[in-house]
Antibody, heavy 122, light 107 residues
Framework: EVQLVESGGSLVQPGGSLKVYCAAS????????MHWVRQASGKGLEWVGR??????????AYAASLKGRFTISRDDSKNTAYLQMNSLKTEDTAVYYC?????????????WGQGTLVTVSS | DIQMTQSPPSLSASVGDRVTITCRAS??????LNWYQQKPGKAPKVLIY???SLQSGVPSRFSGSGSGTDFTLTISSLQPEDFATYYC?????????FGQGTQVEIK
């Protein structure tokens, strides 16, 4: 079964850091570009960023609104992607989804994980 | 960034109605346009990719059209399970972006 499972979401204080995880199974992780998408409560979907495959030099790209606070990485030996979030703000409170696309070929998100909730509050 | 503008933001419709949602890109994106359905508390799922290709397992009442800057998602006969929020998303540029969503509600 093709599956993505996020974990690591929690309550963190403003200015703090948090790392969330995305474990993949059922597909060729190493050939996939991995993305993070977030959704604040009652709001729309916001693309956060992505990391491409080794064949594309693990190139990363991020939404401009994040201004360098977030970093995406991956460990192909563990079939896991990561989202490191620093200098967190209350407006970063959201459900964070990981998703993927085949790095050569399709350009849509499938599948999606169930999401992990990050709450930034004092 | 490429901006994606959906309309309407919400609509009310009855079972059996034909529903059309539009999405406009701020610049040409060829056919790099996808549509997703999201139900409350669930992750989105892809319905249409590359503007007009139906994802496997998605009912044929869903269809997509368009290219360049203007795109449409059509539900030919709305079913009870179709009440949800729909998002368009472009994958043309390095930075992928979503439309703001269209909530389809029961009339």
């Amino acid at each position: 079964e093709v599956q993505l499972v996020e974990s690591g979401g929690s309550l963190v204080q403003p200015g703090g850091s948090l790392k969330v995880y995305c474990a993949a199974s059922g597909f060729t992780f190493s050939g996939s570009a991995m993305h993070w998408v977030r959704q604040a409560s009652g709001k729309g979907l916001e693309w956060v960023g992505r990391i491409r495959s080794k064949a594309n030099n693990y190139a990363t790209a991020y939404a401009a609104s994040l201004k360098g606070r977030f970093t995406i990485s991956r460990d192909d030996s563990k079939n896991t992607a990561y989202l490191q979030m620093n200098s967190l703000k209350t407006e970063d409170t959201a459900v964070y989804y990981c998703t993927r696309h085949l790095d050569y070929g399709d350009y849509w998100f499938d599948p999606w994980g169930q999401g992990t909730l990050v709450t930034v509050s004092s | 960034d490429i901006q994606m503008t959906q309309s309407p933001p919400s609509l009310s419709a009855s079972v059996g109605d034909r529903v059309t949602i539009t999405c406009r890109a701020s610049q040409s994106i060829s056919n790099y346009l996808n549509w997703y359905q999201q139900k409350p508390g669930k992750a989105p799922k892809v319905l249409i990719y590359a503007a007009s290709s139906l994802q496997s397992g998605v009912p044929s009442r869903f269809s997509g059209s368009g290219s360049g800057t203007d795109f449409t998602l059509t539900i030919s006969s709305l079913q009870p399970e179709d009440f949800a929020t729909y998002y368009c998303q472009q994958s043309y540029s390095t930075l992928w972006t979503f439309g703001q969503g269209t909530q389809v509600e029961i009339k």
